[in-house]
């Protein structure tokens, strides 16, 4: 069973940044597109960004376009998620997820994943 722990969350004043930081248990870490969604309280759960196996593809909700980027070290078995010019509406607990398969991107539903880390909550306040 493939493990995804989640870490680098924590509260944060707008306009800063953070580093999200997600590693996986387990082989072929670098044949997975990876993927952040978060979930606020009332909310679906929201695609955030991906990244595919090729390490140069990669994806973005056009809320967080132009502030967030997702990256990868294979040799660590880790994802990360910069985040900056961070804004009140981000708060949210953020997950990573693995795509059920190698060499295949299910897309931005949230319900395509079934590997899930156990969330990282990121406040950031005004």
């Known amino acids: 069973q493939v493990q995804l722990v989640e870490s680098g969350g924590g509260l944060v004043q707008a306009g800063g940044s953070l580093r999200l930081s997600c590693t996986v248990s387990?082989?072929?870490?670098?044949?997975?597109?990876m993927v952040w969604f978060r979930h606020s309280p009332g909310k679906e759960r929201e695609f955030v960004a991906a990244i595919l196996w090729t390490d140069i593809n990669t994806y973005y909700a056009e809320s967080v376009k132009g502030r967030f980027t997702i990256s990868r070290d294979n040799a660590k078995n880790t994802v990360y998620l910069q985040m900056d010019s961070l804004k009140p509406g981000d708060t949210a607990v953020y997950y990573c997820?693995?795509?059920?398969?190698?060499?295949?991107?299910?897309?931005?539903?949230?319900?395509?994943?079934?590997?899930w880390g156990q969330g990282t909550q990121v406040t950031v306040s005004s």
């Open positions: 997820a693995r795509d059920q398969r190698p060499f295949y991107y299910s897309g931005k539903s949230y319900t395509a994943y079934a590997d």
């Open positions: 387990g082989r072929s870490f670098a044949s997975y597109a």
